[in-house]
């Protein structure tokens, strides 16, 4: 699957439609950005399974500002629409690659079990 442009009009339907997405947070002025593009391009080409999505900080300032993007590049992975991870800078394609594996190996019943659990306290 390609990497999609994500944008106020389409971010909520792709997060909630979706059970694993990979965002990156950018912008074309970002040196690092840049250079982590074509890792983040190659590693989706692997995983026809997952959504992989950008979000240009610039164009879209209101997505930014909501997940509090302070540095760039910054990665969220969402499954099953709860964010497992968040962290700024780019990733060698190593890493990344270890990344994607072990959120994809994430038990999300459990995952949704403690969330339920903080809830309830």
Not at 63 to 86: D, G
Request: hydrophobic content about 40%; proline content about 5%; some cysteine.
């Amino acid at each position: 699957m390609a990497v999609i442009e994500l944008t106020k009009e389409n971010f909520e339907e792709t997060i909630t439609s979706n059970d694993f997405v990979i965002v990156d947070f950018w912008a074309p002025w970002c040196g690092p950005c840049r250079s982590f593009a074509p890792t983040y391009e190659s590693v989706s080409e692997d995983h026809p399974d997952i959504v992989f999505a950008k979000v240009n900080t610039e164009e879209e300032q209101e997505i930014a500002a909501h997940f509090q993007i302070r540095s760039i590049p910054t990665l969220m992975i969402f499954r099953e629409k709860v964010i497992i991870f968040s962290q700024a800078g780019a990733l060698p394609e190593s890493g990344f690659r270890d990344l994607v594996q072990k959120a994809g190996e994430l038990d999300m019943a459990e995952v949704h079990k403690q969330i339920a659990e903080e809830q309830q306290a």
